[in-house]
């Protein structure tokens, strides 16, 4: 039959195994839930970068219809000063 000391120290060796086991358990959950986290972060920054590039494909399209409106608005100004000047003679 072994000692109070012997018993004593294979408790703790059991106690030892069951908390580096629990250790170890956290630790696999933890780096799932990171590995989780790290996915949704990666979706989410391909997601803003599309809808980046998407903002401005279309500021891009809207400033050369404003560019074509503001050239026909200043040929059209042109045409009536020429009118007006000949209006003038």
Do not use: C, G, W
Not at 14 to 19: E, H, I, M, V
Not at 25 to 36: D, P, T
Not at 46 to 67: C, G, P, W, Y
Request: glycine share 0%; aromatic share 6%; net charge negative.
């Amino acid at each position: 039959m072994p000692e109070f000391s012997e018993k004593y120290l294979i408790f703790l060796n059991a106690k030892s195994t069951q908390l580096n086991d629990l250790v170890y358990f956290i630790h696999a959950n933890l780096e799932n839930e990171n590995q989780s986290i790290n996915k949704i972060l990666t979706e989410i920054k391909d997601r803003n970068h599309s809808s980046t590039l998407e903002v401005k494909e279309s500021f891009r399209i809207e400033k050369q219809a404003m560019e074509t409106k503001m050239k026909e608005s200043m040929l059209a100004k042109a045409e009536i000063e020429a009118s007006l000047d000949l209006l003038k003679d």
